[in-house]
Every structure is written in structure tokens, then in C-alpha cells.
């Protein structure tokens, strides 16, 4: 656990991996950092390892059925999952309990909004080929993954998917306004950004950025992020003309 303070209520992430010296890792710098260290959020590292069985503390066993590598053994998790069961809510709309997974469902920034308005999560980081699908299956465990990838193991997964919330925490980013046009925000990938120097290898700033009409410099903005929304994420933005149809 770390040694910082914690605001009462502060939102709060169990981690349950084998590698708690990993956090919270990127997640103790810049603005999550300094949240963190003010108590604005907390994080909680749970040894895996510590729940194994026998003399060497094995997690971990060949899979039913045979294939190749190890799965982490449900009694395993299952205790993990018991101790950090400990102080939580049982209702999912304040606490999650999740394993990052590549067969899960696709991690949104909408999901993202949903968490940090709860209490906190716990989230699993796998190793190996996997987890026994019976201890996900008894602690209700919802699957979330960042993409069609495999990664190691589920250090980092859980790191992002973090970081994604704790910055939609209240007071978390200096300027709660960055928060609304960025992509995925308002459905939309976000538009262009630019700053000094007014001219860079030839390139200069849009005119419309410095024309100081506002009205103007919006509904460029609005046209950029659905021109590249239209051309980088079909998928996007044929839910985002849904949406408009639907309202």
C-alpha cells in the first residue's frame, strides 16, 4: 500500500499481480502523481504471490485439457479476490472488479467516465495463458481490454486503464475544461492542435486559430475532428451520425 495520505472517500484502486513493486509505476508521476500524493485517489498493491500454495507459493498450473503454459489457479485468485473484497461495496455501480483481458469488452472513454464516478475497482492483472474461468465466473469479474493485442501480462493494461479515470477525477487536471473536447469525448476524435512558433519548417498555424473570431475557430475545430474521425475511424463515426439520428 502506498505511504501517502488519503482524502476520506478518496476514489481507490486494488491491484491484484504478481509484480506489486510495478505500481503505481507512471501512474506516481505528473498530475496523477501529485493526485495521488495528495490524496485525491489511493492505490493499493496485492501480492499475488502471497495466496499460493505450498512451500514455493505456486500460483499457477497446466491447463484442463492440456495446450501449452499456465493458467493462475481459481483458489488462488479466489483469495486474492477475498482480501480485496475487504472495505468495498458490493454494488458495481460504486466498486468494479475487473480483469484486463484481450477477449474482453473494448475499454471506452465512456467507461472511463462511468469509474471515476464510483468509489473505486479492483483489477486483476493476468499472467500466463490465463485464469481459470470458474473464479471470474463466482466474483462476477467483468472482462475489459484496450485493444486486439497481447500483451505479457496485465501490468500496464491496468496502469492505462487508471490512468483513463483518475484524470476525470474532481480536481485531478488543472483545467477540467481539457477534458470535453479531447477525443472520444463528444464521440468525435480530436481535432488539430497547434502552438508557437507562428511558422515551423514552412508550416504555419491555420489563419483561422489566430483570427480571434471564436464562433469561427469552433466550427473549424468541429470540421477537423469530423474529418478525421470520418477518415481514421469509420466505426466512430458511423455511431456518431447514429447518435444524431437517434436525438
Request: charged residues 25%; contains cysteine; aromatic residues 8%.
Amino acid at each position: 500500500m502506498t505511504d501517502t495520505p488519503e482524502i476520506a472517500g478518496a476514489w481507490r484502486a486494488k491491484i491484484i499481480t504478481l509484480f506489486p513493486d510495478a505500481f503505481p509505476g507512471v501512474l506516481g508521476q505528473s498530475l496523477t502523481g501529485r493526485a495521488l500524493q495528495e490524496g485525491k485517489w489511493a492505490i493499493e498493491p496485492i501480492d499475488l504471490r502471497q495466496f499460493g500454495n505450498g512451500k514455493h507459493k505456486d500460483v499457477d498450473d497446466t491447463p484442463a485439457g492440456g495446450g501449452a503454459g499456465m493458467v493462475l489457479r481459481a483458489d488462488v485468485v479466489g483469495r486474492a479476490f477475498d482480501l480485496a473484497r475487504q472495505g468495498t461495496p458490493m454494488d458495481q455501480r460504486k466498486w468494479s472488479v475487473i480483469y484486463v483481458s484481450p477477449r474482453g469488452k473494448p475499454f471506452t472513454q465512456q467507461m472511463a467516465q462511468d469509474f471515476a464516478k464510483a468509489e473505486g475497482m479492483t483489477l486483476l492483472c493476468g499472467r500466463f495463458e490465463g485464469v481459470d474461468e470458474r473464479v471470474l465466473e463466482e466474483y462476477n469479474v467483468q472482462e475489459i481490454s484496450l485493444g486486439d493485442f497481447v500483451l505479457t501480462g496485465g501490468e500496464i493494461a491496468a496502469q492505462a486503464l487508471i490512468d483513463a479515470t483518475v484524470r476525470l477525477l474532481p480536481n485531478v487536471l488543472g483545467n477540467a475544461d481539457s477534458t470535453v473536447d479531447e477525443s472520444h469525448s463528444n464521440g468525435l476524435l480530436e481535432h488539430p492542435q497547434y502552438t508557437r512558433p507562428a511558422e515551423y519548417k514552412g508550416r504555419t498555424i491555420p489563419d483561422v486559430l489566430t483570427s480571434g473570431h471564436h464562433g469561427n475557430v469552433e466550427k473549424w475545430r468541429k470540421d477537423q475532428s469530423e474529418q478525421i474521425t470520418r477518415a481514421r475511424r469509420p466505426d466512430m463515426w458511423d455511431r456518431y451520425l447514429n447518435k444524431d439520428t437517434d436525438a
